[in-house]
């Protein structure tokens, strides 16, 4: 059975602080993992994925096979970075994706 | 973003009552998913599909069916026997073959029985 944990359900930090948003997975495989954002009134995107070992908007994850973890991190907040956050995580062999309970950040000015 | 299509955006139900939602997309994808957003839940998988004319239950189908008569449609019923079906549903669809394993989001249909 595969299992994301999104530990915290609010994250609050001022803006310019670091932000890490914690995510901590179960699988026996190899998973691909993903970071999902939805803005306020809008849908549900993709932000980025570990394969691709990009920055996107100045958020990075780099994936911890040791540790089973995926945080998200982004050295400087913005205010537009207020959001919720869901990681997620694909099995070998599966398309389907299985997202943890998320994360609200919330970047205050 | 465009490329897929809820509607409508809100529903209002009567307890008994069987609705449907709407999906469809325009993007030739050949999965399409259905989830149940609830606060502090996440993102609950109802039903997929992989290709037309076959689909498969998620997590919490319960309650709920499905059709894929079509490619680009892939309506989910919410019928009576459906416990708690108020929440914020979202479609969804995904193109393995040039961008693996990443799902793309429709804007979602709220729906509460009253």
């Known amino acids: 059975a595969q299992r994301v944990t999104q530990p915290e359900k609010l994250l609050s930090v001022f803006k310019g602080a670091p932000v890490e948003l914690k995510c901590n997975y179960s699988?026996?495989?190899?998973?691909?993992l993903f970071w999902y954002v939805q803005y306020s009134r809008q849908r549900l995107q993709l932000l980025l994925r570990?394969?691709s070992r990009e920055s996107i908007k100045g958020f990075t994850a780099d994936l911890n096979k040791g540790e089973t973890s995926f945080h998200l991190k982004k050295p400087f907040a913005q205010e537009e970075d207020s959001a919720m956050y869901y990681c997620?995580?694909?099995?070998?062999?599966?398309?389907?994706?299985?997202f943890g309970k998320g994360t609200k950040l919330s970047v205050i000015p | 973003d465009g490329g897929i299509t809820q509607s409508p955006k809100y529903l209002f139900r009567k307890e008994g009552q069987n609705v449907t939602l709407s999906c469809e997309q325009n993007?030739?994808?050949?999965?399409m998913y259905w989830y149940r957003q609830d606060p502090g839940q996440g993102l609950r998988l109802i039903y997929y599909?992989?290709?037309?004319?076959?689909?498969q239950k998620g997590d919490i189908a319960e309650g709920y069916s499905v059709s894929r008569e079509k490619k680009e449609s892939f309506p989910l019923t919410v019928t009576s026997a459906q416990k708690n079906p108020t929440a914020f549903y979202l479609c969804a669809t995904q193109d393995r073959y040039y961008s693996g394993n990443t799902i793309y989001f429709g804007e979602g249909s709220w729906l509460t029985v009253v």
């Open positions: 997620a995580l694909s099995g070998a062999g599966s398309y389907q994706l299985t």
């Open positions: 570990h394969i």
């Open positions: 599909s992989q290709i037309v004319n076959d689909f």
């Open positions: 993007l030739n994808h050949d999965a």
């Open positions: 699988y026996s495989g190899s998973p691909e």
